[in-house]
């Protein structure tokens, strides 16, 4: 059952969103999810490198500018970001604001500024006592912080515009 924290990430998930600590969530993946055409929820993954926490209400996320998640962002503007962990169960609804902005150096991807409306913290229920996420999702081999595209993306990133 979820319940929700408020309209804004709480300073745990803001300090794990923010890149302060990125070589610890090297290897785990994001569920994003958008709204297709026909209102269908679609999913990617997405990584720590790919998203960042400017602020309480801002997240910025870079992707292939000509993946459906970013045709569903422009046109619907609607994102949902999934934390599944062993620690906790987080889903942060949020609305990309403008964009996309473009990313220097890699010109097929975008940079999108998300606000952030929701953030749902999923507890079990009475009846789940005891049972646990037992992992989160993880890919291999994990990169080095120094290749050209992750430099790319992390500025891109770090210069994202942050909401008023």
Not at 40 to 45: D, E, G, K, N, V
Not at 68 to 74: F, H, K, V, Y
Not at 106 to 115: E, G, I
Not at 138 to 150: A, G, H, V
């Amino acid at each position: 059952m979820s319940r929700s924290l408020g309209g804004s990430l709480p300073p745990d998930l803001l300090t794990r969103l923010s890149q302060l600590d990125l070589p610890s969530h090297l290897g785990k993946t994001l569920p994003l999810i958008t709204l297709d055409a026909e209102g269908r929820p679609h999913p990617m993954l997405v990584s720590y490198l790919e998203v960042r926490a400017a602020d309480p209400r801002t997240i910025g996320i870079v992707i292939n500018a000509k993946s459906r998640s970013s045709e569903n962002l422009r046109e619907r503007h609607f994102a949902t970001l999934l934390l599944v962990e062993l620690e906790q169960t987080i889903y942060v609804k949020a609305r990309a604001q403008g964009g996309p902005h473009p990313v220097e150096d890699l010109p097929d991807f975008a940079l999108f500024v998300l606000t952030v409306e929701d953030v749902l913290e999923d507890a079990p229920g009475e009846w789940e006592r005891g049972i646990r996420i037992a992992g989160g999702l993880r890919y291999t081999p994990l990169p080095s912080l120094d290749e050209p595209w992750i430099q790319a993306t992390l500025k891109a990133l770090a210069l994202a515009p942050r909401q008023p």
